[in-house]
């Protein structure tokens, strides 16, 4: 026999050292509280005051630094005027005109793009990037928004889009060409990217109001942190998976570097670039409510109100008309990745540029014809719809008629699930908790990652936010838990059922898009503030992701392993649990890891409703302008992201080397 | 195996690369590996010391002679370097070692400026998967090389055009690749490779992502090419029957050297190892000798047929089917003898030569 050196431990040692730190952690727990006080409260002495530091450089920034005779905060504001003209073009043409404030009041100049033009320009871009089929949804959707009478605000929306869009791809993937180029600096991005991707959006708001101002453009700069990274990952990623011979084909023909990026590189990359693109529009408009919190204004604002006022009705028309622009603007962008580029067409100008010529054509005439006809101009108030009364009176009649069901609902999870897991979790030492995140980190992906993982969870006691941080892992902990085990059985079930899976997707993907504040709402109403509503609404955000990649794991096992085991008589029991759910389970465990991200990003919304976790905090600390703690509950909230993302992918590689899925290294 | 040195004065070209031949490799090498250059001195180029350094030699000491005007053919199987080497010879891929001189100038030396210029107006290549740009149409995708030099558009869609009625496709010049078949799509890439007019022409297993029928149909139309252009070749392949097929000279390569270089009918009557043998074992040795090697040196009669000393025996054949018991034989117009119904009928039959 020849030695073959191993890495990992032989199993017996490691199961050894399993049980040795959980005696060990047991002991501390049980009898450690009067002989070690310290590792159960981290003592204050030694907290790293995070905090005040943060908030001290960020004082800094804006009162004293600069760059030669230029003050940092001048530059900061002459970005924002730089984003500001941009999106005050878009403004005036989408939603208010030209207008001046006279005497106080404001008088409208030059009306806006009248609401008929707008719908009929989405339909000719729909004809122009997809045929017929999407110039009728593109129609309705925007139809849907007027008659719903969301005009105003989701075109206040659509201006800050449009400008955050392009800024957002252009730096996306300006960052991802020098990524892509120099790799050293991607390996400095990398971890930069991951932070901007973890920590809830609220946690920069503060900082970015102070720097840059209340206001639409503080909102669309927040826009822009949240939607860029995954340009910038999609950038480099799809210009190191051009084929080499595309590289082979520029220096063969003699191109310049510049000529090789611009006119080799980039457009054979064109494909995933546009999915690029896509996530950056979907996120921006995922981005809109919270940016409402910072002065975005439109559909955000709406929804925002509509929570204060807890008017169901009214947040969830607000909500669907972001919906209805998110499915308008995500279709009309994929169709534009798969367009081919138009053969050039001969003839005068207008010949040459029909859907242009139309475009300006329609938006003339019905600006004409709306000074005589206000209706054409603006949509008429008399024939807008509204089902808001239908909601309150609904969401009403089940509280009379359910009060007491429903408080009993509450109580049993609250006594029996919610608070015991909490007092467990708030008893735990941190040093024990600390040590076993080290020690399944170095178990599953080796020292580098046991040093991750009990770093990060170490800092988080060390800035005092221990207490805290366990509310925030017993809430997304328990909600995941439910969602997991709601959205396995369901995945399983529309896994094999193609038409039961189509009408699945379609629910979940429009779940998806509908922002997180209106899941927030029926709940609030129904069952009060409260850590069993925050759970709630948690799982039925997270819940998505669990359903989605049960179904991609069952749907991409091998079928010849199916009937491999069918020809061996496997009962249909048999199968499922022996081979699909076996074969399935490294997707399962994404599908878990994204369960928790979306539980996080989720959780910080319910501080909303009352919870007593991380996100209050950041939520307080944004209410008060305070960007030293925001910055730093936000961190803790992205630390647990990164140590659960970071084991499970890890149990994931494993699980995918152990099945033989790829190679093992 | 030769061990030259690899120092080679640029200025000075050696009087072998006068005249005829246009590309020269001498002990070529490609290292792969960390400190591959420094490595591949100290072990004095022996590939199995750098093996053992964990280093991977996929060209190595390879020298090469292709002449103007000739198809070279680079032949192996995958993993034997061949792409490897033809990259070099393009200076796609740096060489560790060595020297390539192109009508006497050093390319390992020349400057990537100089580089530029060369591979804009000397070289052309064709790629094995096409390669062809899908945001443009095939007239753009053609212009390309010239749009890159800067040409003005009329000029060079003129000439695109010209060169895409040289493949056979006009028509199709507003189409875009997806739209086209495989052969299709690689007559654009043959088009476009041909749109500097360049002088030395790389072909990367142009064939070997196309179906057979496809294949054979774009190897006719190759030779038709070439023999209205006479570009001195490089053409890759895997396929032996294609080398066969095309070749003026074929190399043989085997991890990363070349294990024979010759004329197919060299290699098919003298395989230098049991590898070659291995290859030409299966070809008809008819298809493969030539007039010029059964010729009995001689008078011819006048009024018998004549063939050209290049046609292959199996060409032969057909001119002894009425009985005739000897046929003449001519090289560049000169009757040089004739050849014997019996050695034709026993090559065609299976024999040796």
């Known amino acids: ?665 | 195996m030769s061990r030259r040195g690899a120092v080679g004065s640029q200025s000075n070209p050696s009087p072998m690369t006068t005249g005829t031949d246009t590309l020269i490799c001498r002990n070529v090498w490609k290292v792969f590996g960390a400190r591959a250059a420094e490595h591949l001195k100290a072990v004095d180029q022996d590939a199995d010391r750098l093996a053992a350094l964990g280093l991977v030699p996929a060209v190595r000491a390879v020298d090469l002679t292709v002449r103007r005007g000739e198809i070279f053919v680079i032949m192996g199987l995958s993993g034997s370097g061949k792409s490897t080497l033809v990259r070099c010879l393009s200076r796609l891929i740096e060489p560790t070692a060595g020297e390539i001189l192109f009508n006497g100038q050093n390319l390992l030396t020349a400057s990537d400026t100089e580089m530029t210029q060369i591979r804009r107006h000397k070289m052309g290549m064709v790629f094995q998967h096409f390669a062809l740009l899908p945001h443009m149409t095939v007239l753009d995708n053609v212009a390309f090389p010239l749009e890159v030099q800067g040409m003005a558009r009329p000029a060079r869609e003129s000439r695109a055009a010209e060169m895409i009625s040289l493949v056979g496709l006009s028509g199709r010049e507003a189409a875009f690749p997806r739209q086209l078949s495989g052969g299709q799509q690689q007559r654009v890439g043959i088009a476009r490779s041909l749109a500097a007019e360049p002088e030395l022409w790389f072909l990367d297993e142009p064939f070997s992502a196309l179906d057979p029928l496809i294949r054979r149909e774009l190897q006719g139309e190759f030779m038709r090419l070439q023999s209205r252009l006479h570009k001195t070749i490089v053409f890759i392949t895997h396929d032996f029957d294609e080398a066969i097929r095309l070749a003026d000279r074929i190399a043989i390569m085997k991890d990363g050297a070349v294990v024979q270089c010759g004329t197919p009918e060299d290699l098919v009557l003298n395989p230098a190892t049991d590898y070659v043998r291995e290859f030409t074992r299966a070809v008809p040795r008819a298809k493969v000798v030539r007039l010029a090697s059964l010729v009995m040196p001689g008078p011819v009669p006048g009024g018998m047929p004549t063939l050209s000393a290049r046609a292959t025996v199996a060409d032969a054949g057909p001119s002894f089917l009425s009985g005739a018991a000897q046929v003449g034989v001519v090289e560049d117009g000169q009757p040089i003898g004739t050849v014997q119904r019996e050695d034709v009928i026993r090559l065609l039959l299976g024999g040796d030569a």
């Open chain 1, 1 to 665: 026999m020849t030695a073959v050196p191993t890495i990992a431990p032989r199993p017996l040692d490691a199961r050894l050292i399993w049980v040795v730190a959980v005696v060990l952690s047991l002991a501390l727990w049980l009898w450690g509280r009067t002989l070690l006080p310290m590792t159960f409260d981290y003592p204050k002495a030694w907290q790293i005051p995070a905090a005040r530091w943060i908030g001290a450089a960020i004082t800094w920034l804006v009162k004293d630094a600069s760059l030669g005779s230029l003050a940092f905060s001048d530059i900061t504001r002459a970005f924002a005027a730089l984003v500001d003209k941009p999106y005050q073009l878009a403004l005036g043409l989408l939603a208010n005109g030209v207008q001046q404030q006279a005497g106080g009041v404001m008088v409208q100049y030059v009306p806006p793009i009248s609401w008929i033009a707008i719908i009929g320009i989405m339909a000719l871009l729909g004809l122009w990037a997809g045929g017929a089929r999407l110039a009728l949804l593109m129609a309705a959707c925007f139809s849907f928004i007027a008659v719903f009478g969301q005009w105003h605000s989701a075109m206040v929306t659509l201006a800050s889009i449009l400008v955050a869009v392009p800024l957002g791809v252009a730096g996306g993937m300006f960052f991802g060409i020098l990524a892509w180029r120099y790799p050293r600096f991607e390996r400095a991005l990398r971890p930069v990217l991951d932070l901007m991707q973890t920590m809830p959006v609220f946690a920069y708001l503060v900082p970015v109001l102070i720097l840059f101002g209340f206001g639409p453009t503080a909102a669309v700069i927040a826009t822009l942190i949240y939607a860029t990274p995954p340009m910038t990952r999609i950038t480099t990623l799809a210009l190191s998976r051009v084929p080499d011979e595309a590289h082979d084909l520029a220096r063969m023909t003699g191109c310049t570097p510049r000529q090789t990026l611009w006119r080799v590189l980039i457009p054979s990359a064109r494909e995933p670039l546009m999915v690029g693109v896509n996530q950056v529009i979907m996120l921006s408009l995922n981005m809109v409510i919270i940016a409402s919190m910072i002065g975005a204004g439109g559909l955000g604002f709406d929804v925002l109100g509509a929570l204060r006022r807890l008017d169901f009705g009214a947040g969830l028309e607000a909500g669907l008309a972001i919906v209805a622009l998110a499915i308008a603007l995500d279709r009309l962008s994929q169709a534009v990745a798969h367009r081919g580029t138009a053969m050039a067409r001969q003839g005068s100008l207008i010949q040459r540029h029909p859907y242009i010529a139309s475009a300006l054509a329609l938006i003339a005439v019905t600006a004409i014809i709306g000074l005589l006809i206000p209706a054409v101009q603006t949509y008429p108030l008399s024939a807008r719809l509204s089902t808001s009364p239908f909601w309150a009176a609904a969401v009403q009649w089940i509280n009379i008629t359910f009060f007491d069901t429903l408080e009993a609902v509450k109580t049993f999870f609250l006594v029996w699930l919610l608070v015991p897991v909490k007092r467990f979790l708030l008893d735990l030492p941190w040093l024990a908790v600390v040590a076993l995140l080290g020690i399944a980190g170095w178990r599953l992906g080796g020292w580098r990652l046991a040093l991750l993982t009990s770093g990060l969870s170490f800092l988080i006691a060390a800035t005092g936010q221990w207490e805290k941080a366990m509310i925030t892992v017993y809430l997304c902990g328990i909600s995941t838990l439910i969602a997991m085990a709601i959205g396995l059985p369901i995945g399983i079930l529309v896994a094999t059922r193609d038409r039961l899976w189509t009408v699945t997707r379609v629910v979940i993907d429009t779940a998806q898009t509908l922002p997180s504040f209106v899941y927030l709402m029926p709940i609030v109403m129904l069952f009060r503030v409260g850590d069993f509503t925050a759970m709630i609404a948690v799982v039925a955000y997270a819940i998505a992701p669990a359903i989605r990649y049960t179904v991609l794991g069952l749907q991409s096992v091998d079928p010849r392993l199916i009937e491999a085991g069918r020809a061996m008589g496997c009962t249909r029991w048999q199968i499922l649990t022996r081979i699909r759910l076996r074969l399935a389970l490294p997707e399962i465990l994404l599908g878990l890891n994204q369960t928790i991200m979306f539980a996080l990003s989720m959780l910080v919304i319910t501080a909303l409703v009352g919870t007593r976790d991380l996100g209050q905090d950041v939520y307080i600390a944004l209410t008060k302008a305070n960007p030293g703690n925001g910055l730093v509950a936000g961190l803790a909230i992205a630390f647990i992201a990164i140590i659960a993302d970071r084991l499970l992918s890890a149990s994931a590689r494993r699980a995918r080397a152990r099945l033989g899925l790829e190679g093992h290294s």
